[in-house]
Protein backbone atom coordinates (compact mmCIF):
# COMPACT_ATOMS: atom_id res chain seq x y z
CA UNK A 1 0.00 0.00 0.00
CA UNK A 2 3.19 2.26 0.84
CA UNK A 3 4.34 1.69 -2.31
CA UNK A 4 1.23 2.38 -4.26
CA UNK A 5 1.05 5.46 -2.45
CA UNK A 6 4.08 7.02 -3.54
CA UNK A 7 3.45 5.56 -6.86
CA UNK A 8 0.46 7.73 -7.06
CA UNK A 9 2.05 10.85 -5.41
CA UNK A 10 4.93 10.63 -8.05
CA UNK A 11 2.12 10.04 -10.82
CA UNK A 12 -0.05 12.68 -9.47
CA UNK A 13 2.97 15.74 -9.44
CA UNK A 14 4.00 14.62 -12.68
CA UNK A 15 0.53 14.84 -14.19
CA UNK A 16 -0.24 18.24 -12.69
CA UNK A 17 0.82 20.11 -16.03
CA UNK A 18 3.84 22.04 -16.58
CA UNK A 19 4.43 25.40 -18.85
CA UNK A 20 6.88 25.28 -21.95
CA UNK A 21 7.54 28.44 -22.68
CA UNK A 22 4.31 30.14 -21.79
CA UNK A 23 2.53 27.29 -23.16
CA UNK A 24 0.58 24.40 -21.06
CA UNK A 25 1.57 20.69 -21.54
CA UNK A 26 0.43 17.50 -20.22
CA UNK A 27 2.57 14.83 -19.24
CA UNK A 28 1.49 11.62 -18.18
CA UNK A 29 3.28 8.51 -16.62
CA UNK A 30 3.38 4.82 -16.76
CA UNK A 31 4.81 3.38 -13.40
CA UNK A 32 5.57 -0.18 -12.63
CA UNK A 33 6.47 -0.92 -9.45
CA UNK A 34 7.90 -4.44 -7.56
CA UNK A 35 7.82 -5.31 -4.04
CA UNK A 36 11.06 -7.34 -3.31
CA UNK A 37 11.38 -7.94 -0.01
CA UNK A 38 14.96 -7.66 2.13
CA UNK A 39 17.81 -8.11 -0.34
CA UNK A 40 17.53 -8.85 -3.81
CA UNK A 41 19.43 -12.18 -5.41
CA UNK A 42 18.86 -11.24 -8.86
CA UNK A 43 18.27 -7.90 -10.08
CA UNK A 44 17.77 -8.86 -13.60
CA UNK A 45 14.57 -10.83 -12.63
CA UNK A 46 13.48 -8.07 -10.70
CA UNK A 47 14.05 -5.54 -13.70
CA UNK A 48 11.78 -7.94 -15.61
CA UNK A 49 9.06 -7.94 -13.51
CA UNK A 50 8.93 -4.58 -13.13
CA UNK A 51 9.18 -4.18 -16.83
CA UNK A 52 5.38 -6.63 -16.98
CA UNK A 53 4.08 -4.05 -14.20
CA UNK A 54 5.44 -1.27 -16.50
CA UNK A 55 3.70 -3.24 -19.37
CA UNK A 56 0.47 -3.67 -17.66
CA UNK A 57 0.05 0.08 -16.74
CA UNK A 58 0.30 1.11 -20.18
CA UNK A 59 -2.26 -1.40 -21.42
CA UNK A 60 -4.68 -0.07 -18.56
CA UNK A 61 -4.49 3.06 -20.58
CA UNK A 62 -1.38 4.51 -19.27
CA UNK A 63 -1.29 7.66 -16.76
CA UNK A 64 -1.05 4.49 -13.83
CA UNK A 65 0.46 2.37 -11.80
CA UNK A 66 1.33 -1.28 -11.40
CA UNK A 67 2.13 -3.72 -8.85
CA UNK A 68 3.57 -6.51 -9.91
CA UNK A 69 2.18 -9.72 -9.47
CA UNK A 70 2.89 -13.66 -10.32
CA UNK A 71 -0.57 -14.23 -12.08
CA UNK A 72 0.77 -11.56 -14.75
CA UNK A 73 3.53 -13.40 -15.34
CA UNK A 74 1.66 -16.03 -16.05
CA UNK A 75 -0.82 -14.32 -18.09
CA UNK A 76 2.00 -12.84 -20.69
CA UNK A 77 3.05 -16.55 -20.53
CA UNK A 78 -0.04 -18.12 -21.88
CA UNK A 79 -0.04 -15.40 -24.64
CA UNK A 80 3.10 -16.38 -25.71
CA UNK A 81 1.72 -19.22 -25.81
CA UNK A 82 -1.17 -18.97 -27.64
CA UNK A 83 0.85 -16.44 -30.33
CA UNK A 84 2.96 -19.88 -31.05
CA UNK A 85 0.19 -21.97 -31.39
CA UNK A 86 -1.67 -19.30 -33.78
CA UNK A 87 1.40 -19.18 -36.13
CA UNK A 88 1.53 -23.28 -36.25
CA UNK A 89 -2.20 -23.25 -37.00
CA UNK A 90 -2.06 -21.42 -39.73
CA UNK A 91 0.97 -22.71 -41.02
CA UNK A 92 -0.90 -26.40 -40.97
CA UNK A 93 -4.66 -24.62 -42.13
CA UNK A 94 -6.21 -25.48 -38.80
CA UNK A 95 -8.73 -23.07 -39.26
CA UNK A 96 -12.49 -23.29 -40.10
CA UNK A 97 -15.02 -21.29 -41.21
CA UNK A 98 -18.74 -21.03 -39.81
CA UNK A 99 -21.38 -19.43 -41.47
CA UNK A 100 -24.55 -17.46 -39.85
CA UNK A 101 -27.84 -17.10 -41.48
CA UNK A 102 -28.98 -13.24 -42.30
CA UNK A 103 -32.99 -13.37 -42.93
CA UNK A 104 -35.16 -11.16 -44.29
CA UNK A 105 -38.81 -10.30 -43.05
CA UNK A 106 -39.82 -13.80 -44.23
CA UNK A 107 -37.06 -15.51 -42.55
CA UNK A 108 -35.63 -16.61 -45.60
CA UNK A 109 -31.67 -16.65 -46.00
CA UNK A 110 -30.39 -13.61 -47.60
CA UNK A 111 -26.79 -14.18 -47.13
CA UNK A 112 -24.39 -14.84 -44.26
CA UNK A 113 -21.53 -14.18 -42.52
CA UNK A 114 -18.58 -15.92 -42.16
CA UNK A 115 -16.89 -16.15 -38.27
CA UNK A 116 -13.74 -17.91 -38.15
CA UNK A 117 -13.48 -20.78 -35.81
CA UNK A 118 -10.09 -22.26 -34.31
CA UNK A 119 -10.61 -25.90 -33.56
CA UNK A 120 -7.78 -26.04 -30.97
CA UNK A 121 -5.76 -29.63 -31.20
CA UNK A 122 -5.60 -29.73 -27.12
CA UNK A 123 -9.64 -29.74 -27.03
CA UNK A 124 -12.43 -27.64 -28.32
CA UNK A 125 -13.14 -24.39 -30.24
CA UNK A 126 -11.02 -21.18 -28.99
CA UNK A 127 -13.01 -18.27 -29.37
CA UNK A 128 -12.47 -15.52 -31.67
CA UNK A 129 -12.72 -13.31 -29.35
CA UNK A 130 -9.57 -14.85 -27.10
CA UNK A 131 -7.60 -15.03 -30.76
CA UNK A 132 -8.57 -12.31 -32.93
CA UNK A 133 -6.69 -9.75 -30.82
CA UNK A 134 -3.81 -11.72 -29.73
CA UNK A 135 -3.48 -12.53 -33.51
CA UNK A 136 -4.11 -8.47 -34.34
CA UNK A 137 -1.04 -7.52 -32.03
CA UNK A 138 1.13 -9.82 -33.60
CA UNK A 139 0.27 -8.88 -37.39
CA UNK A 140 -0.94 -12.57 -37.78
CA UNK A 141 -4.09 -11.33 -38.48
CA UNK A 142 -2.94 -10.66 -41.97
CA UNK A 143 -2.77 -13.74 -42.92
CA UNK A 144 -5.21 -15.03 -41.04
CA UNK A 145 -7.61 -12.29 -42.75
CA UNK A 146 -6.24 -13.46 -46.43
CA UNK A 147 -7.18 -17.02 -45.75
CA UNK A 148 -10.55 -16.42 -44.91
CA UNK A 149 -11.37 -14.18 -47.79
CA UNK A 150 -9.97 -16.79 -49.78
CA UNK A 151 -11.60 -19.30 -48.10
CA UNK A 152 -15.01 -17.43 -48.41
CA UNK A 153 -14.69 -16.76 -51.97
CA UNK A 154 -14.42 -20.48 -52.63
CA UNK A 155 -17.29 -20.98 -51.00
CA UNK A 156 -19.22 -18.62 -52.92
CA UNK A 157 -17.91 -20.13 -56.32
CA UNK A 158 -19.45 -23.35 -54.78
CA UNK A 159 -22.75 -21.86 -54.18
CA UNK A 160 -22.65 -20.22 -57.37
CA UNK A 161 -23.64 -23.66 -58.97
CA UNK A 162 -26.75 -24.19 -56.08
CA UNK A 163 -30.36 -22.86 -57.22
CA UNK A 164 -31.12 -21.84 -53.26
CA UNK A 165 -27.67 -20.10 -52.40
CA UNK A 166 -26.52 -18.83 -55.15
CA UNK A 167 -28.22 -15.54 -54.58
CA UNK A 168 -26.23 -15.62 -51.00
CA UNK A 169 -23.68 -12.72 -50.21
CA UNK A 170 -21.09 -13.88 -47.48
CA UNK A 171 -20.48 -11.04 -45.67
CA UNK A 172 -16.47 -11.42 -44.33
CA UNK A 173 -14.93 -9.20 -41.43
CA UNK A 174 -12.02 -6.91 -41.87
CA UNK A 175 -9.42 -6.59 -39.29
CA UNK A 176 -8.00 -2.61 -38.66
CA UNK A 177 -4.90 -3.84 -39.91
CA UNK A 178 -5.66 -5.87 -43.11
CA UNK A 179 -7.29 -2.16 -44.04
CA UNK A 180 -4.57 -0.53 -43.18
CA UNK A 181 -2.50 -2.50 -45.43
CA UNK A 182 -1.33 -0.77 -48.86
CA UNK A 183 -2.04 -4.07 -50.60
CA UNK A 184 -5.36 -4.66 -49.37
CA UNK A 185 -7.47 -3.46 -52.37
CA UNK A 186 -5.17 -5.48 -54.82
CA UNK A 187 -5.51 -8.73 -52.19
CA UNK A 188 -8.97 -9.04 -52.06
CA UNK A 189 -9.47 -8.29 -56.23
CA UNK A 190 -6.59 -10.97 -56.31
CA UNK A 191 -9.02 -13.80 -53.94
CA UNK A 192 -12.01 -12.90 -56.34
CA UNK A 193 -10.20 -12.99 -59.88
CA UNK A 194 -8.05 -15.99 -58.17
CA UNK A 195 -10.93 -17.86 -57.35
CA UNK A 196 -13.93 -16.49 -59.74
CA UNK A 197 -16.32 -15.00 -57.12
CA UNK A 198 -18.53 -12.66 -58.03
CA UNK A 199 -17.44 -9.29 -56.43
CA UNK A 200 -21.60 -8.40 -56.07
CA UNK A 201 -21.78 -11.41 -53.52
CA UNK A 202 -18.88 -10.44 -50.99
CA UNK A 203 -19.14 -7.82 -48.52
CA UNK A 204 -16.81 -6.70 -46.35
CA UNK A 205 -17.45 -6.28 -42.26
CA UNK A 206 -15.23 -2.97 -41.30
CA UNK A 207 -15.91 -1.10 -37.68
CA UNK A 208 -16.38 2.67 -36.64
CA UNK A 209 -12.24 1.98 -34.50
CA UNK A 210 -10.87 1.47 -38.12
CA UNK A 211 -11.74 4.60 -38.89
CA UNK A 212 -9.80 6.28 -36.38
CA UNK A 213 -6.71 6.33 -38.55
CA UNK A 214 -6.18 7.84 -41.81
CA UNK A 215 -9.89 7.97 -42.48
CA UNK A 216 -8.88 9.25 -46.23
CA UNK A 217 -7.18 6.08 -47.36
CA UNK A 218 -9.86 3.87 -45.32
CA UNK A 219 -12.40 5.89 -48.41
CA UNK A 220 -10.41 5.75 -50.88
CA UNK A 221 -9.69 1.57 -50.47
CA UNK A 222 -13.20 1.55 -50.29
CA UNK A 223 -14.31 3.55 -53.15
CA UNK A 224 -11.78 1.27 -55.41
CA UNK A 225 -13.27 -1.75 -54.22
CA UNK A 226 -17.12 -0.49 -54.77
CA UNK A 227 -16.48 0.13 -57.96
CA UNK A 228 -15.64 -3.55 -58.57
CA UNK A 229 -18.75 -4.36 -56.92
CA UNK A 230 -17.56 -5.44 -52.94
CA UNK A 231 -19.76 -4.34 -50.81
CA UNK A 232 -19.72 -2.59 -47.29
CA UNK A 233 -21.11 -2.52 -43.76
CA UNK A 234 -20.23 -0.87 -40.71
CA UNK A 235 -20.49 -3.74 -38.26
CA UNK A 236 -21.01 -3.50 -34.60
CA UNK A 237 -23.06 0.17 -35.04
CA UNK A 238 -23.42 2.51 -31.49
CA UNK A 239 -20.97 0.40 -29.87
CA UNK A 240 -18.36 3.30 -31.21
CA UNK A 241 -18.29 6.86 -31.69
CA UNK A 242 -20.93 6.33 -34.43
CA UNK A 243 -20.35 9.83 -35.71
CA UNK A 244 -22.77 10.86 -38.49
CA UNK A 245 -19.91 12.45 -40.43
CA UNK A 246 -18.46 8.72 -40.94
CA UNK A 247 -22.24 8.03 -42.49
CA UNK A 248 -22.14 10.44 -44.95
CA UNK A 249 -18.65 9.83 -46.29
CA UNK A 250 -18.23 6.15 -46.21
CA UNK A 251 -19.56 4.39 -49.70
CA UNK A 252 -21.60 2.04 -46.94
CA UNK A 253 -24.90 -0.26 -47.80
CA UNK A 254 -25.71 -1.91 -44.57
CA UNK A 255 -25.30 -1.06 -40.63
CA UNK A 256 -25.24 -3.93 -38.16
CA UNK A 257 -27.10 -2.93 -34.85
CA UNK A 258 -24.51 -3.93 -32.17
CA UNK A 259 -26.14 -6.92 -30.34
CA UNK A 260 -25.58 -4.97 -26.86
CA UNK A 261 -28.50 -2.99 -27.85
CA UNK A 262 -30.70 -5.71 -29.76
CA UNK A 263 -30.88 -7.92 -26.60
CA UNK A 264 -32.79 -5.67 -24.61
CA UNK A 265 -35.01 -3.28 -27.18
CA UNK A 266 -37.84 -5.12 -25.96
CA UNK A 267 -37.86 -3.84 -22.20
CA UNK A 268 -35.06 -1.14 -22.04
CA UNK A 269 -36.42 2.34 -22.87
CA UNK A 270 -32.85 3.59 -23.72
CA UNK A 271 -31.32 0.43 -25.83
CA UNK A 272 -35.19 0.85 -27.77
CA UNK A 273 -34.59 4.51 -28.32
CA UNK A 274 -30.98 3.62 -29.74
CA UNK A 275 -32.07 0.86 -32.12
CA UNK A 276 -35.30 2.97 -33.33
CA UNK A 277 -32.85 6.05 -33.83
CA UNK A 278 -30.31 3.83 -35.88
CA UNK A 279 -33.55 2.34 -38.18
CA UNK A 280 -34.75 5.64 -38.85
CA UNK A 281 -31.23 7.34 -39.86
CA UNK A 282 -30.36 4.49 -41.87
CA UNK A 283 -33.71 4.98 -43.64
CA UNK A 284 -33.38 8.74 -44.72
CA UNK A 285 -29.47 7.70 -45.59
CA UNK A 286 -30.87 4.62 -47.75
CA UNK A 287 -28.33 2.77 -45.97
CA UNK A 288 -29.57 -1.20 -44.88
CA UNK A 289 -29.69 -2.07 -41.43
CA UNK A 290 -29.02 -5.91 -40.08
CA UNK A 291 -29.90 -6.33 -36.51
CA UNK A 292 -27.21 -8.82 -34.80
CA UNK A 293 -28.08 -11.31 -31.97
CA UNK A 294 -31.59 -11.63 -32.45
CA UNK A 295 -32.74 -14.09 -30.19
CA UNK A 296 -36.32 -13.55 -28.99
CA UNK A 297 -39.55 -13.44 -30.94
CA UNK A 298 -40.29 -10.29 -28.38
CA UNK A 299 -36.78 -8.68 -30.24
CA UNK A 300 -38.54 -9.44 -33.75
CA UNK A 301 -41.44 -8.21 -32.91
CA UNK A 302 -40.09 -4.62 -31.84
CA UNK A 303 -37.40 -4.65 -34.52
CA UNK A 304 -39.78 -5.74 -37.32
CA UNK A 305 -42.50 -2.97 -36.13
CA UNK A 306 -39.67 -0.04 -36.53
CA UNK A 307 -39.04 -0.95 -39.89
CA UNK A 308 -35.82 -3.34 -39.48
CA UNK A 309 -35.62 -5.79 -42.68
CA UNK A 310 -32.78 -7.89 -42.76
CA UNK A 311 -31.74 -9.69 -38.69
CA UNK A 312 -29.44 -12.01 -37.90
CA UNK A 313 -29.28 -14.14 -34.03
CA UNK A 314 -29.62 -17.09 -32.58
CA UNK A 315 -33.82 -16.63 -33.08
CA UNK A 316 -32.81 -18.31 -36.91
CA UNK A 317 -29.44 -19.88 -36.86
CA UNK A 318 -26.49 -20.15 -34.75
CA UNK A 319 -23.27 -20.14 -36.99
CA UNK A 320 -22.38 -23.60 -38.64
CA UNK A 321 -20.29 -25.04 -40.99
CA UNK A 322 -21.60 -25.22 -44.70
CA UNK A 323 -23.12 -28.34 -44.47
CA UNK A 324 -25.31 -27.42 -42.20
CA UNK A 325 -26.79 -24.88 -44.02
P1 LIG B 1 -19.18 -9.90 -35.04
O1 LIG B 1 -18.65 -9.70 -36.42
O2 LIG B 1 -20.02 -8.81 -34.47
O3 LIG B 1 -19.96 -11.28 -35.11
C1 LIG B 1 -21.14 -11.56 -34.45
C2 LIG B 1 -20.90 -12.40 -33.22
O4 LIG B 1 -22.13 -12.53 -32.51
C3 LIG B 1 -20.44 -13.82 -33.53
O5 LIG B 1 -19.58 -14.23 -32.46
C4 LIG B 1 -21.74 -14.62 -33.46
O6 LIG B 1 -21.56 -15.97 -33.18
C5 LIG B 1 -22.44 -13.91 -32.31
N1 LIG B 1 -23.89 -14.04 -32.38
C6 LIG B 1 -24.68 -14.12 -33.47
N2 LIG B 1 -25.97 -14.22 -33.15
C7 LIG B 1 -26.02 -14.21 -31.78
C8 LIG B 1 -27.10 -14.27 -30.83
O7 LIG B 1 -28.29 -14.33 -31.17
N3 LIG B 1 -26.76 -14.21 -29.51
C9 LIG B 1 -25.47 -14.13 -29.09
N4 LIG B 1 -25.22 -14.10 -27.77
N5 LIG B 1 -24.42 -14.05 -29.97
C10 LIG B 1 -24.71 -14.09 -31.29
P2 LIG B 1 -18.19 -14.93 -32.75
O8 LIG B 1 -18.33 -15.87 -33.87
O9 LIG B 1 -17.71 -15.41 -31.42
O10 LIG B 1 -17.30 -13.72 -33.24
C11 LIG B 1 -16.95 -12.67 -32.40
C12 LIG B 1 -16.23 -11.58 -33.16
O11 LIG B 1 -14.97 -12.07 -33.65
C13 LIG B 1 -16.97 -11.09 -34.39
O12 LIG B 1 -17.97 -10.20 -34.03
C14 LIG B 1 -15.84 -10.46 -35.17
O13 LIG B 1 -15.58 -9.17 -34.70
C15 LIG B 1 -14.65 -11.35 -34.82
N6 LIG B 1 -14.41 -12.27 -35.95
C16 LIG B 1 -15.00 -13.45 -36.23
N7 LIG B 1 -14.50 -13.97 -37.37
C17 LIG B 1 -13.58 -13.09 -37.84
C18 LIG B 1 -12.70 -13.05 -38.99
O14 LIG B 1 -12.71 -13.93 -39.86
N8 LIG B 1 -11.87 -11.96 -39.11
C19 LIG B 1 -11.87 -10.95 -38.19
N9 LIG B 1 -11.05 -9.92 -38.38
N10 LIG B 1 -12.67 -10.96 -37.12
C20 LIG B 1 -13.52 -12.01 -36.93
MG1 LIG C 1 -19.27 -9.07 -38.13
MG1 LIG D 1 -21.11 -7.33 -34.93
Given at each position: AEALAMAESLRGAIASGYLLGGQGVDVTASIGVVLCGQRIDDADEVMKQVDLALYRAKAAGRNAAWIFDPALQADLLQRAALVRDLRAALHEEQFVLHYQPVVGLDRRTLGVEALVRWPHPQGGFVPPSTFIPVAESHALIVELGDWVLSAACRQLVEWAADPVKSAWTIAVNVSAVQLRESAFVAKVEAALRSTGARPDRLRLEIT???????LEQTIAKMHALRAVGVRFALDDFGTGYSSLSYLKRLPLDQLKIDRAFVSNVDCEANDAAIARTILALASILDIHVVAEGVETEGQWGFLVEHGCRAFQGYLFSRPAPAAHL
Amino acid sequence: AEALAMAESLRGAIASGYLLGGQGVDVTASIGVVLCGQRIDDADEVMKQVDLALYRAKAAGRNAAWIFDPALQADLLQRAALVRDLRAALHEEQFVLHYQPVVGLDRRTLGVEALVRWPHPQGGFVPPSTFIPVAESHALIVELGDWVLSAACRQLVEWAADPVKSAWTIAVNVSAVQLRESAFVAKVEAALRSTGARPDRLRLEITESMLHDDLEQTIAKMHALRAVGVRFALDDFGTGYSSLSYLKRLPLDQLKIDRAFVSNVDCEANDAAIARTILALASILDIHVVAEGVETEGQWGFLVEHGCRAFQGYLFSRPAPAAHL
